[in-house]
Antibody, heavy 121, light 107 residues
Framework: EVQLVESGGGLVQPGGSLRLSCAAS????????MSWVRQAPGKGLEWVAN????????YYVDSVKGRFTISRDNAKNSLYLQMNSLRAEDTAVYYCARDQGDVYAKWFDPWGQGTLVTVSS | SYVLTQPPSVSVAPGQTARITCGGN??????VHWYQQKPGQAPVLVVY???DRPSGIPERFSGSNSGNTATLTISRVEAGDEADYYC??????????FGGGTKLTVL
């Protein structure tokens, strides 16, 4: 069974840092692009970042560029999101998702259960 | 960046057909994907590449895409279909774009 399990969320003060992890199982992790998608409380979905199979390409939504870094460890079947200079507006459930499709048309399947990040003093 | 527009809500009686639209500039030239999200749960892919269904998704779920509008159609709606639905495309700037979401209410 394909499974993605996020961890690392929690309460952090504005300006602080947090590192999210996503453990993948049930598929060949090193063969897939991977993404992070977030959802603020009561709001819609927002794609955050993705990373190529070998980590050589990374893309980010404008609002997190320079603050967030996506990375992966294929030996550990794990995806990460290092979040620095956190703001209140970064408060959200963060989902890890497997990219499907090609460079012109990607979709996300499956998704993890999500981990909640709360940025507040 | 590219913008996708969905109606905030759609209501339908059980057994009827629900149509949820997703508007975007020349969206017919892009591949559109749809997700279902029930309260407290992660999103689930229900349609990809405009009209393909993942395994395990009922045939009642179908999609179309032309011009400036993509549509998710749910036939013979059931109470269990009540959820938020999101459309999504992959923009040419190499980023994912989601619509604002549509809450489907089964009357």
């Amino acid at each position: 069974e394909v499974q993605l399990v996020e961890s690392g969320g929690g309460l952090v003060q504005p300006g602080g840092s947090l590192r999210l992890s996503c453990a993948a199982s049930g598929f060949t992790f090193s063969s897939y692009w991977m993404s992070w998608v977030r959802q603020a409380p009561g709001k819609g979905l927002e794609w955050v970042a993705n990373i190529k199979q070998d980590g050589s390409e990374k893309y980010y939504v404008d609002s997190v560029k320079g603050r967030f870094t996506i990375s992966r460890d294929n030996a550990k079947n794990s995806l990460y999101l290092q979040m620095n200079s956190l703001r209140a507006e970064d408060t959200a459930v963060y989902y890890c998702a497997r990219d499907q499709g090609d460079v012109y048309a990607k979709w996300f399947d499956p998704w993890g259960q999500g981990t909640l990040v709360t940025v507040s003093s | 960046s590219y913008v996708l527009t969905q109606p905030p809500s759609v209501s339908v009686a059980p057994g009827q057909t629900a149509r949820i639209t997703c508007g975007g500039n020349n969206i017919g030239s892009k591949s559109v994907h749809w997700y279902q999200q029930k309260p407290g749960q992660a999103p689930v892919l229900v349609v990809y590449d405009d009209s393909d269904r993942p395994s395990g998704i009922p045939e009642r779920f179908s999609g179309s895409n032309s011009g400036n509008t993509a549509t998710l159609t749910i036939s013979r709606v059931e109470a269990g279909d009540e959820a938020d639905y999101y459309c999504q495309v992959w923009d040419s700037s190499s980023e994912g774009v989601f619509g604002g979401g549509t809450k489907l209410t089964v009357l």
